[in-house]
């Protein structure tokens, strides 16, 4: 029914589609509509809609066999964007920056192939459509977290997913073996001292002096206090202080975020940010802060990455780690046996994750469900 063409021209209009109508982080109502009225069309899937959310699984079986995971993000960033696509967003400030549009219309593809392959499934396949990828809740949870509690994914024996890389080509796949992506703590410090007349530094005591001297002892801490051959980084993205220019302010705001692949390099970060922060009790001040724990790490799962490549044995496969960001599907691997690959989808002119100018080159779509069934047809033959 469906021919290879005929599904890639359905992927891209599915890709475009939801291009075109961005949700944010739980607002993913249409999108989820749209999906699980797809996964409905096709008649042979049972469909449990609001899963963690506005989350949906899709589950077809035939026989004894493995139950068998893949998973794709659907929700968007606020961001306003700026690129020259006939299908640029519609909803204003919003736009799939981090190509979850591409995810899903790839596993709404591999959907269509196992309902045209059904003969050939021997288990189960569960598509697992996950909404809030990209930021928490109030109880700081993402959608991973709150999908990982159905017990649709309890029985789960290996989960795989995707996600586009804008530094590789279509054709070229990234694995990793263990710690992939970055533990994703983010950290926030009132440095507190005592208002004044600019004019009279003496009579008040100076948050912002306090600051550039705790700036200093920040940085500091990657270079002198970790072991050289750990990996972690700090940022302060965010200074918040003052009113005036005559006037010193009587608190300083600093928003930052820790990076980090172990739990030991991530309990190290911690410890010696309240140390450095400390200092300002030297300098007549005090501090409040607080550390909201984000994603861990994504721990792939080595095995799983075997079966990764020999389904992707016709891209190119660099093998190296995916970077300092994080990736909330981390809360999948921490719970099920799983692994994640990055998908080359690079445009002529490289255009970033998180970027309103972000696009990706619509091969893309092809090989992500070309490597995603033969990870699935690589279980049946065993
Ligand atoms: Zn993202
Ligand atoms: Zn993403």
Redesign the pocket.
Known sequence: MYGPETLFDYMVEWRRHLHQHPELSFEEKETSAFVSQKLKDLDVFEVYENIGGYGVVAIISNGEGPVLGLRADMDA?PITEETPVGYISENEGVMH??G?DAHTAILLGVAHWLKYHKEEIQGTVKLIFQPA??SADEEGETGAMKMIRSSLLQDIEAIFALHMCPWLRAGEIQVNDGPSMANNDEFRITVIGEGAHAGYPHQGADPIWMTTQLLQAIYTITGRRMHPLDVGTISIGKINAGTASNIIPDKVEIHGTMRSYTPHVRYQLEKELLEKAAIVHSLGGHYQWSIQKGEPALINDSELNQVIRKAASASTIYEEPFGM?S?DFSHMTNHLKGAMFFLGCALEKERM??QPDFDIDEQALREGLDIMTRILQSYWRE
Request: some cysteine.
């Open positions: 960033l920056a981090c979850h990828e990209e960001g990736e994750l998180h």
